[in-house]
């Protein structure tokens, strides 16, 4: 029997889906809720069937599961960021464990030890980048928030728990001070307005802190005002820049950026790595969990003083340049040229031997992989970092080809990490290594690493 829409049945949660919702069974079929715990008894209210699952919503919660903890944000439920602030971090851990051995089990089949979660060394607060929508609050004040599901109406959220504190605050001052001088938030229903979004970065380790201020136009009245009062007020600011945005879209950056105060860069390090961050740069947002987590694909890929690492979508480099002093020669390959051209610069402050056994390009994974393996580059080592959607099959058949006698795969959506596992796994590479590692808390994302070594040339390694 088809479930109804608005029929209420009784569920118990069994377990976290990879959405983030929980999952309870109605003879047989898949049911998810959202805002739900591991052992959570509840009535259900259905909004959806789709046949082999349906999705619903808490309707009375009968008896809350021992994993629930008090939420402490407002805007915990509808923002949807945080999916999971209403479960401990050790059942939140459990959750994302169990969703990596799933996938690897269900689309991988591969049967395999899964290694314990590495949390995150900070649960709140950890995001070095913040995009804040700027809107208007009851009153009409400009204010930060996040839109509100599949709207354009901006709910504020004015002490974000993922970001630092400093960073609410210099967005809070900005609505401020945009509200003293009258300068109109943008309204994306009718393309008015000025302010779009107001994107922070700060340096973990440096403290540094960038100001970018999204806008339709490139004229910001009063700006002189506002970055003197945002100075004062916040010395940890080395530079603000303008960043015009004039289209239509949801897109947040717009091409054109202009510097209002100082060098338009911040700096920091990642795994002593230097990098030098502008608004256009890809940067992991959890910078302690990003040290964790090179510090596992380091030990998976282990380079020796001989070998050769290549490092496909490398960003701006930092992965294959925490190892650059280990191995022979490094080439990082990625399709953003800034990106690229970060990844030289990093390379370069680095000191003249690291640049020298560095070479950086900007192509496309698969194209580039393709005619490295054409050219016969035979690297030792490989590391892997593609985006969600994961590698499609020109990149990985050259990687094979290419036969490194290990690869480290670094995902941050399992389901995508599983597939291409079992496709390398049918081609000679074991999965020797899973280790989740939790970049994201409270989110429903989870980041993987993967060790696969080639089963033609090295023997399995110990459990
Ligand atoms: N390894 C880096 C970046 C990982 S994010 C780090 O740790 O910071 C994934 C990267 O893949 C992004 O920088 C993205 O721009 C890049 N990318 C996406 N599609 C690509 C493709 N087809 N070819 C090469 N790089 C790609």
Redesign the pocket.
Known sequence: MPLKKNQIIPLTIEGISSDGSGVGRWEGEAIFIPGTAPGDLLDARIVKDCGRYAFGIIEKLVTPSADRIPLDCPAAGPCGGCALRHLDYAAELRAKEEIVADAFRRIGGLELPVHPILPSPEVDRYRNKVQFPVGRDKNGAPCIGFYAGRSHRIIPCPDCKLQPTILNEIANALCGLFGQYGLAPYDEETGKGLLRHIFLRQGKHSGQIMVCLVCTRGRLPHSEEITRALLEKFPEITTILLNVNPQKTNVILGQETKTLYGPGYIQDTLCGVPVQLGPLS???VNTLG?EQLYQVAAEYAAPSPEDLLL??????G??GLSMAHQCKELIG????PE?IESAKSNAARMGAEIAAKSRFFC????QAATQLAAEGLTPDIIVL???RKGCDEATLSAVVRMAPRRLVY?SCNPATAARDAAWLAKEGYRVERIQPVDMFPRTKHVETVMLLSNSLITAPLKK
Request: negative net charge.
């Open positions: 890809f940067y992991q990003a490092d496909l979508y490398c960003g701006m930092t992965i390959v990625e399709i953003i990106a192509a496309d994974a698969g970092d593609p985006p670094v």
